[in-house]
C-alpha cells in the first residue's frame, strides 16, 4: 500500500485527475437521466392549478395525491363522451380533458361524485368565451361581510347582483384540475390521444395508452383555523417550522392630492374626499385574474382621474384634501377595506374615519350599453336625516358637474335599493358617512364572466387595428378608453366640487389616450415601453410578457400594485432635480420630506436615440400600506367581522404526459425484476459462502536476499 501511495504522490496532479474523472461518469450519468425522462414525459409549461384555499369554517379548491395522480387520458368535447369515463371505460381512473364551454356546475358535479374513475381534469380555454357567460363566483359576493349582514338587505334578498355566478370557485374537489392556457400544449395532449386512446371499430383501445399525471398537493386541511393554529405550534417549537398556508394579503395603493405628514394624523377639522375602487380579481384558477370588468377599468378610470385633478393649479388651495386609495384583496371579504378602516379606528394611519368628507367609490364601469352611469347610495344609513342630506348634496354635484359631460348621464335606481358588494360598505359598518358607488349597472352586473379567466381585455371591448404595431397600439384611442376618460372626467369634476372647489370645471378633463396607455397594459401586454418607463429598473421583470394577473397572492406586493403605485406616482407626482443617490435617500436633500412625499429613481422615456433611457426622479404621495386582515393581527382566526382567508402552501405544481403499459405488463415487468433480484441475492450468498474456494488468497511474498 506504502507503495502504491507513493506511485499516486509520484505522478503530479494524478489525485485531480481522478476527481476529474469521477465528476465527468456522474455528469454524464445525471444527463443519460435526464435524456431518459425527456423521451418518457412530455411536460406542460403553459398550465394553471385549482389550488387549495381555506377560510374560518372550510376549505375549498382542489389537490392531487401527495405523489400526484395519474390517468388515462379521455378527450371530452360533448356531455355524451362523458358515459366513457363515467361507466364504460375499461381503464380507471381516468384523466379528463375537458373543453371549456363544458365547464359547467352541472357536469362537475357529475365527475365529483365518481372520484374513484376520476384522477384529475384538463380544462382547455374556451374560444370565443361563452356566449351564455360564465362566472364561477358566488350569486351574492362577499356576502356576510357587508353592511347587510343582518338586515332586511343581506344574503341578496333585495338584487341578486352576480345572477350567473355557479358557485364553483367556492366547492372543495378531492381531484387535481388545471387550466391549459397554451393551445399548441392543448392540441398536442389531444393528438397523443388520438395516437393511442382512440380504439379501432368499437373496440377498446390497445396499450400503450396515453396517460397524463398532475402535481398539485396542498398542505393545509380544513380550515383557517386548524392551518393557522398548526404553522403557529410549528413556529414555536420547531427550528425549522413547517407552515401549511398563508393569509391572503398584499398593500393597498393611497395618494393625496395635497401632501400631509404621514408620521402623524389629521386634526379632526380636517376633511377628506375619498375616491375607491379595487384591485384585485380572481378566477376558478390560481394567478388567472384577468379582471377586466371587474377591476381594471375602474382602477384606470380613477387614476385617469387622479391625473386630471392633479393637472388644475388651484388644487393648493382647496378646502378639502382628497385621497385615491386603491384596495387590495376585496374579492375576498373586503381584505384591504376592512384593514384600513381598522387602522383608521386605531389611529394608525394619518386620515381617521371623522375625517371622511363624502366617498366616491367606482365599481364596475366599463360595459355601459347607453349613457347612463348609475349612483349606488345605502338605504340603512339615509334614515339618519343628517346623512341623508350629505348624500342628496353628493348626488346633486355628481348630477351637475356630469351635465357638462354629455357622453355620461348620471342616474339614480330605487332608493330602497342596497349598495352593490362594494368597499364602501366597510365603511358604514364602522361609521355612517355619505358615499356613493357609480356602476354600469343599475341593478344585477352586466358582467357576465365576474371572476373568471374570461373577463378580458375582449369583455369589454378592448381591441386594435391588426396593421398597428404594439407601440402603435399604446396610442390608438379605442371606444372604451373614451368612455371610461369620459367617467374620469366626471369622478374629477365632482371630486373638484366635494373638495370645496368653486371655479369652473370645463377646464378638467381626463386623457383619453393616458386611459387607452393604461387599459393596453393592464390587459394586453405589460411590457410596453410606457410602462418601462414608469417603474425602477428592478421592477421590469415584474411586467412580465403579456397581460397583468390581478389575483391578491400571499407575499410581498403583486405585479398590480407595484405597477398602479408607480403608475399613479408618475401621473399625479412631480419630476425633481435629484441625483439617484439623493432620491433614494431625501432626508440629506434640504427642503425634501418624506414624511410628506414618496421618492422615486424611476427609468424614464427613451432618449432621441431609442438606445437608453433617461431615468429621473419622481416626487409624489402615492404610497403602500398593509392589507393584512385583522383577523391574523389579533389572531381571531374564527372572525365572522374580518375575513379570513389563507392559501395552503405547497411543494410541487406541475404536468405532464406519457405512455402507460397495461397492468399485465407492469406486473410481469415486477415478477421478472423480483426475479432478478431473488437470483442476485441467492448467487451472492452462494459466492460469498465458497470465497475461500473460488478465490485463492495470494501467497506472501518471500524475504528478499541482497
Known sequence: MATARGAWEAVPGSQGLLRLLSFCVFLAGVCRGNSVERKIYVSLNRTAPCVRLLNATHQIGCQSSISGDTGVIHVVEKEEDLQWVLTDGPNPPYMVLLEGKLFTRPLMEKLKGRTKRIAGLAVSVAKPSPPEGFSPSGQCPNDGFGVYSSSEFAHCKVVQWNPLGNGLAYEDFSFPIFLLEDENETNVIKQCYRDHNLGRNGSAPAFPLCAMQLFSHMHAVTSTVTCMRRSSIQSTFSINPEIVCDPLSDYNVWSMLKPINTSGTLEPDDKVVVAATRLDSRSFFWNVAPGAESAVASFVTQLAAAEALQKIPSVATLPHNVMFVFFQGETFDYIGSSRM?????????????????????????????????????????????????????????????????PAVVLQRPRQSQPLPPSSLQRFLRAQNISGVVLTDHSAAFQNRYYQSIYDTAENINVSYPPHLSPEEDLDFVTDTAQALADVATVLARALYRLAGGIASVDSIRADPKTVNRLLFGFLVKANNSWFQSLIRQDLKPYLGGGPLQHYIAVSSPTNTTYVVQYALANLTGTVIDLTQEQCQDPSKVPNENKDLYEYSWVQGPLNSNGTSRLPHCVRSTARLVRALSPAFELRQWSSTEYSTWTESRWKDIRARIFLVASKELEFITLMVGFGILIFSLIATYCINAKANVLFLTPREPGAVSY
Do not use: C
Open 341 to 405: 378602516v381598522y387602522d383608521m379606528e386605531k389611529g394608525k394611519f394619518p386620515v381617521k374615519l371623522e375625517n371622511i368628507h363624502s366617498f366616491v367609490e367606482l365599481g364596475q364601469v366599463a360595459l355601459r350599453t347607453s349613457q347612463d352611469l348609475w349612483m349606488h347610495t345605502d338605504p340603512m344609513s339615509q334614515k339618519n336625516d343628517s346623512i341623508k342630506n350629505q348624500v342628496e348634496q353628493l348626488l346633486t354635484t355628481l348630477e351637475t358637474v356630469g351635465a357638462g359631460v
